[in-house]
């Protein structure tokens, strides 16, 4: 098992709600087991800014079904949820509510610093050729 830690961002059209982005990241992590030879994913960190609205809940439920079938059947989800944080272009103010005018300068020329992620932050994945013990008693015995 191993851990990736570079973020792969998703596309504007892939950031939708919770089963098209459920869908959207398990098409992605398939392409990618396929491409790089890994067995199977196991974990997925998500980096999710409270701006997506996205519930965690209602997101595990949903990968959990859209992942049948997939290299990231039975995979846990770990939702990170970060919080608001915002910025004035015209003075450089920051605040961490939901304000979209600054509070220093009143400017609305203001940008959402945090919020707005929605990032694969790591997978865990094991690959096609990790080495087994072949002699553990496992519930695959039989013959
Ligand atoms: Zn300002």
Not at 32 to 42: D, F, I, P, Q, S
Not at 54 to 69: L, N, Q, Y
Not at 89 to 103: A, G, K, M, N, Q
Request: glycine content about 6%.
């Amino acid at each position: 098992m191993k851990t990736m830690s570079s973020y792969l961002k998703l596309t504007e059209k892939e950031k939708m709600h919770e089963l098209s982005l459920v869908s959207s990241i398990i098409d992605l992590l398939s392409d990618h087991a396929e491409t790089n030879g890994w067995k199977m994913v196991t974990r997925v960190t998500l980096r999710i800014g409270s701006m997506r609205q996205v519930i965690p809940d209602v997101m595990r439920f949903a990968f959990t079904v859209a992942a049948k079938g997939t290299p990231l059947e039975g995979a846990e989800l770990e939702i990170v949820e970060l919080p608001f944080a915002g910025k004035c272009r015209i003075c450089d103010s920051t605040w961490e509510e939901v304000l979209f005018s600054c509070p220093e300068c009143g400017s609305c020329d203001t940008e959402i610093t945090h919020g707005m992620e929605l990032d694969i932050d790591s997978v865990e994945v094991e690959d096609q050729d990790a080495p087994k013990d072949k002699h553990s008693p496992g519930c695959n015995g039989g013959r």
